[in-house]
């Protein structure tokens, strides 16, 4: 599982490129992954920062609005947004997410999807030299 928390997160990092999410990079360059292991399972983890976590569950309607600053600097930074105006679309745009609300996309799956294949057939081999091998050990202990 430890090679494929880094796989993921590029993962990730090339869907948000490829669907147009990445505007500074910031939000990409935040990602991270953590193995963790419980008693009956193993998993990744991925997170990132505010902005990643908005993307990825959305902002549930009649909430508090995101900073108007912080739309302004993303209209400023993705580059289609020119004039004079663009203060009070970032305030607007902010006022209507804020009442709204926006829908989020699960990210990590859709990017998940595309290493799938490889990391089922790793966790199966693993899997099946596990029951291999408790299988060993409990018939060893019980010939007679």
Known sequence: MEKYGPKIKEAIKQYMEEQDKNVTGQTAASI???????????????????????????????????????????????????????????YAIARSIGRRGIKGKNISYEASLRIMNALLRDSSAAYIKDIESHFKKSTSKNVN
């Open 32 to 90: 991270y992954s953590n193995v963790f292991e419980t008693v009956d399972s193993i998993g990744i983890a991925i997170a990132g920062n505010t902005s990643f976590a908005v993307m990825h569950t959305g902002r549930k309607p009649n909430s508090k609005a995101p900073r108007y600053q912080t739309i302004k600097k993303w209209m400023d930074n993705k580059g289609s947004f020119k004039g004079s105006k663009t203060l009070k679309s970032a």
